[in-house]
């Protein structure tokens, strides 16, 4: 499916605000996704849209990803599906958390100092 047909007014909206929440400006906002500031009004008053490579721009300075953000931005989940939506958000979590690393194991190498017989 096509991220682009998933995002809503609504939700680019909410997106919109869960940032001014974080302290962002619409200046910044506008500046991350290299649009001016009434496109971003445009989308708290949801006449406009934001598109995936947006949501990217945004994610590139939040540290969250962009399929974070566009589901955090859906709201009004049914109670039904919100173990659903709960196990979806932490699936996506856990996929972009950083591999656990092993430590490195040098080889052993041989003293210069030593000669075989």
């Known amino acids: 499916m096509d991220p682009e047909r998933m995002i809503t007014t609504d939700m680019s909206a909410s997106i919109v605000a869960d940032l001014l929440k974080q302290r962002w400006s ?3 906002i506008a500046q991350t996704i290299g649009a001016p500031t ?33 589901l955090n931005s859906m709201k009004g989940v049914p109670e039904q599906l919100k173990p659903l939506f709960e196990s979806t958000r932490r699936f996506i979590e856990a996929c972009e958390a950083p591999l656990p690393t092993s430590k490195k194991i040098k080889p052993k190498t041989r003293r210069s100092g030593t000669h075989a017989a």
């Open 38 to 70: 009434e496109f971003v009004k445009g989308v708290q008053n949801k006449k406009h849209v934001l598109t995936f490579a947006d949501l990217e721009a945004i994610a590139a300075k939040t540290g969250e990803s962009a399929w974070l953000i566009l």
């Open 26 to 28: 619409v200046k910044r």
